[in-house]
Nanobody, 122 residues
Framework: QVQLVESGGGLVQPGGSLRLSCATS????????MGWYRQAPGKQRELVAT???????NYADSVKGRFTISRDNAKNTVYLQMNSLKPEDTAVYYC????????????????WGQGTQVTVSS
């Protein structure tokens, strides 16, 4: 099976920075897209940023210019550099891997991490 494990969350003051990482494990042949989503209390999960295997990126309007997504294809790892954090960025951040092909099962699948808490507060 495939597992995604996020790290790097925590408590930060407004204006501060955090870097999230998402490492994968399993017999992965390829991953088309990786991304970050977030869910604040009482709200639906929303897209933060995605990146495809060829480096194409997509960002939510609310994080453009502040967050940067990057990816190490050799390690099947995705990162999210978050700068100029605001209290409204407080949420559980989830890593996602889409169209994952693995050695033991035909087809392509989607996987989620367990989430990491990001709290922006003074």
């Amino acid at each position: 099976q495939v597992q995604l494990v996020e790290s790097g969350g925590g408590l930060v003051q407004p204006g501060g920075s955090l870097r999230l990482s998402c490492a994968t494990s399993g017999s992965i042949l390829s991953i088309y897209a990786m991304g970050w989503y977030r869910q604040a209390p009482g709200k639906q999960r929303e897209l933060v940023a995605t990146i495809t295997s060829d480096g194409s990126t997509n960002y939510a309007d609310s994080v453009k210019g502040r967050f940067t997504i990057s990816r190490d294809n050799a390690k099947n790892t995705v990162y999210l550099q978050m700068n100029s954090l605001k209290p409204e960025d407080t949420a559980v951040y989830y890593c996602n891997a889409d169209r994952v092909r693995i050695a033991t099962i035909q087809g392509a699948y989607r996987y989620w991490g367990q989430g990491t808490q990001v709290t922006v507060s003074s």
